[in-house]
Each structure stands twice: as structure tokens, then as C-alpha cells.
């Protein structure tokens, strides 16, 4: 199995390529296969997003390019910049990840989500493409300092746990 550890640099030579979609590009640690059939373990730092075009370097030395998959995608469009703006809004209120163009909105496919936007107003066509939707303001996830997800990386909405319960009465 080719087992790979690290981001390399984009301008190196491609020894392999490996086709994913972009739920499995924004998971950290996953097998997958080449597009030419050898297995590949992919074993990177936490909250790293992969995106099409990225290169990553393999234990015994080879460069791996990452190419986005097409897939299942929903185009939603709609007049102007405030009503796709509108429209952003309430997908990200879902937390739906959003591929942002300047006349048109991408997410996964999803019928219900369908209707949604099209009960809004907006005009959809399913499409088949890669999906590149924004990493958001925080990137790959954000940190909250150094002690808090430690182990773990960056990671978004983390809630801490009530341990103390009690209340103040003199307060």
C-alpha cells in the first residue's frame, strides 16, 4: 500500500493521481485507490482540506496529485447578488457546504434542499462537476487556543462538557 504522510510541492513531478469527491478530500486519515488500482493510505495532519491540483508526498519517495472527482452537484440560480446572497444565508444556517460563482451557488445534490431554494424563488439544475465549496472563514476548522481540541487539530463548534453544576446561592 502506498502510504502517504505529507503535503508536497505543487510544481513537483505527479508519479500517481488519486480521484476523490469532496467528502472524502476534507477527511484526514482514509484508504482509497489510485485511479490506476493500487491501494493508498492517506495519513495527514487534522482539519487539512484537499483540494483538486493539491500534491502529497508518499513514504518511499513518490508524488501524488489530488484530482477533484465530479459529482452529484445541485446549481442554484437566481437574478441578483443579494438574492444569491439570501439564498447563502439560509444554506449556511444548514451548515451545507457552498461552492460560491459569481452568477450561481453549488452544493452536494439533495432534494430537500431542492425545494428549499426553489420555494425561495431560485432557479436549480443538477449538474455533474467537481465540488470546490468555500473552506470558510476559519479555513479547514479553527482553533480555540492551545489547550482546547489538543491532540486533535482544528476543529469547528466544539461545546465543552458541564462538569460543575452547582449554584451560587450568595450570588
Known amino acids: 500500500m502506498l502510504v502517504i504522510t ?11 493521481e488519486v480521484s476523490l469527491t469532496f467528502d472524502v478530500r476534507k477527511k484526514s ?4 485507490f489510485s ?4 491501494e493508498v493510505g492517506i495519513f495527514l495532519e487534522r482539519g487539512a482540506i484537499l483540494s483538486g491540483g493539491d500534491c502529497l508526498m508518499s513514504e ?11 459529482e452529484s452537484l445541485l446549481q442554484i440560480n437566481r437574478g441578483s447578488s443579494r438574492s444569491l446572497a439570501q439564498l447563502a444565508y439560509h444554506l449556511g444556517n444548514r451548515h451545507v457546504s457552498i461552492e460560491i460563482d459569481v452568477d450561481s451557488l453549488r452544493i452536494a445534490y439533495d432534494e430537500v434542499l431542492k425545494d428549499m431554494v426553489e420555494g425561495l424563488g431560485a ?13 470558510g ?18 476543529i469547528i463548534h466544539e461545546f465543552a462538557l458541564l462538569t460543575d453544576l452547582s449554584v451560587d446561592d450568595d450570588a
Not at 472563514?137 to 482544528?154: C, I, N, T
Request: aromatic letters at 4%.
Open 6 to 16: 505529507k503535503r508536497a510541492d505543487t510544481t513537483s513531478i505527479v508519479d500517481v
Open 29 to 32: 486519515r482514509f484508504k482509497t
Open 35 to 38: 485511479v490506476d488500482g493500487e
Open 60 to 70: 518511499d519517495g513518490r508524488v501524488v496529485r489530488v484530482v477533484a472527482k465530479d
Open 123 to 135: 432557479q436549480t439544475l443538477a449538474v455533474t462537476a467537481p465540488f470546490h465549496p468555500e473552506s
Open 137 to 154: 472563514a476559519y479555513g479547514g476548522g479553527h482553533s480555540h487556543g492551545s489547550e482546547h481540541g489538543k491532540g486533535r487539530g482544528p
